[in-house]
């Protein structure tokens, strides 16, 4: 049943990678609406998930919390070095393929984790596992809009773009698939989760959100934020 609903997030992530590839001439407002998907993701998703999972405090901070705050380091690390590396090769100024391709194998990532989730829900109960595939099928559609958009912003091009897209669609079906040999321990997972959030939250507020509004400072990029950002609340919304 777990890999069956997991087909239904396939088709989801496909979706939305093909919605952020049909709008390129409204680039500004599909940014700034990954922008508010990413941000909803990540604080009102990811963050919560995690502290729930999340075991014995480090030194009175949560882990999950310790472990955001790794992964917002880590992220702007990796852009960093890679951007050197680029400067060091002659191509100042430009956007790092590199940079999107690790966003993206991170969203993979994510995904999988998502197939992983979904199966073990199902392992509980029925009724855990419907309210679970309802909350991963319906946020898979921003994976794949955000894997699709974070792979082409970099420069990549569109081919590996698709790859990944794929990719991120196929994850969840392998990872429900996985958990008819193995149960994620719940602590591992919330670690995992408090990371990805920490750069999901770093790509968003450093790149993509800047990049939506630098050349269209319009209200209507504003709006798309704040409507990526309620979609998300509705999704989780309607989980609970």
Not at 159 to 167: C, E, S
């Amino acid at each position: 049943m777990a890999v069956f609903v997991a087909l239904g997030a396939f088709l989801m992530t496909l979706a939305g990678g093909w919605v952020a590839q049909r709008v390129t001439d409204r680039r500004h407002l599909v940014l700034g609406f990954a922008g508010g998907l990413m941000l909803g993701v990540v604080g009102l998703d990811l963050l919560p998930e995690a502290m729930e999972a999340s075991g014995t405090p480090v030194f009175g901070v949560p882990a999950a919390l310790l472990l955001f705050v790794g992964g917002f380091l880590v992220a702007h690390l990796v852009e960093g070095l890679l951007a050197v590396r680029q400067v060091a090769h002659g191509a100042s100024g430009e956007r790092v393929p590199q940079v999107g391709l690790t966003a993206a194998a991170a969203m993979v990532g994510h995904s999988l984790m998502d197939g992983i989730a979904l199966g073990a829900a199902f392992q509980v109960s029925g009724a855990m596992g419907v309210a679970v595939a309802l909350a991963v099928i319906s946020h898979d559609f921003a994976d794949g809009f955000n894997t699709y958009t974070l792979t082409s912003l970099y420069g990549n091009a569109r081919r590996k773009a698709l790859l990944m897209l794929f990719a991120a669609a196929l994850a969840p079906v392998v990872g429900a698939a996985t958990t008819l040999l193995f149960t994620l321990p719940e602590e591992l997972l919330g670690g995992y989760l408090g990371f990805f959030g920490g750069a999901l939250l770093y790509l968003a507020a450093a790149e993509i959100l800047p990049e939506a509004h630098h050349t269209h400072p319009a209200r209507s990029t504003l709006l798309c934020t704040i409507g990526g950002v309620g979609f998300i609340w509705l999704v989780v919304g309607i989980a609970e």
